[in-house]
């Protein structure tokens, strides 16, 4: 008499075709979730260093004060790019609205980033620890490093390629700046940027490219 009960189950070639199904999206899950948490990193540098500017400009408008030989004094706030480490760093010089009586200065109003006394006071930033300066300049060309300053008391904006080369009688620089982060290892990947106008003081995030 024969077997009535027919064997029910996967057979290998089944269960192998199952089990590559399950590892290529799951692969494509990682892959997925990396690209993103890349993106994410990028975004929130993008925003730290908007942020950053706001900070600094407001401190100038504030007239926020520095101690400076032992006394407090008013100070010109900014911030300085660069494409080697540190890449980013706040900067702080002092603010003068009228030289000593005994100066031979024939400015006022001016940021002192050339001054004997100046010695600009720079600290090193982490927006995140992963992340780098790739590309700084305007469109349709790159420097190594730029320097942005903001002056009491309404924050004007004032910008080189250097620190002490913001001279006291510099005039703001007409052309937008965009400052392109990315993520070290990364190169090769899309990069984010933010772009900022010396005329309103105002940065913005540059649409992914």
């Known amino acids: 008499m024969g077997n009535i009960y027919k064997k029910s189950g996967f057979t290998l070639v089944e269960m192998l075709i199952v089990l590559t199904i399950i590892g290529l999206l799951a692969t ?13 990193r990028l975004d929130i540098a993008v925003d730290s260093v908007m942020s950053l500017m706001k900070q600094q400009q407001g401190k100038a408008k504030t007239g926020r004060q520095t101690a400076g030989g032992g006394v407090q004094q008013t100070s ?15 900067v702080s010089v002092p603010y003068i609205a ?6 031979n200065s024939p400015y006022a109003d001016y940021c002192d980033t050339q001054g004997v006394a100046a010695s600009p006071n720079l600290t090193p930033v982490e927006v995140t620890d992963d992340v780098f300066v790739q590309d700084l300049g305007d469109v349709g060309s790159s420097i190594s490093s730029l320097a942005v300053m903001f002056k009491p008391p309404f924050g004007a904006v004032l910008q080189a390629t250097a620190v002490d080369q913001i001279a006291p009688d510099a005039l703001v620089d007409n052309k937008a700046v965009r400052i392109f982060l990315n993520q070290i290892g990364n190169e090769t990947q899309a990069e984010k940027g933010v772009q900022f106008d010396p005329f309103s003081g105002m940065a913005s995030r540059i649409p992914s490219l």
Do not use: D, E, M, N
């Not at 010109?76 to 706040?90: A, H, N």
């Open 28 to 40: 494509l899950a990682v892959g997925s979730f990396g690209s993103a948490r890349k993106h994410a």
């Open 76 to 90: 010109c706030y900014g911030l300085f790019f660069q494409k080697i480490k540190p890449y980013i760093q706040t």
């Open 98 to 103: 009228v030289p000593p009586v005994l100066s």
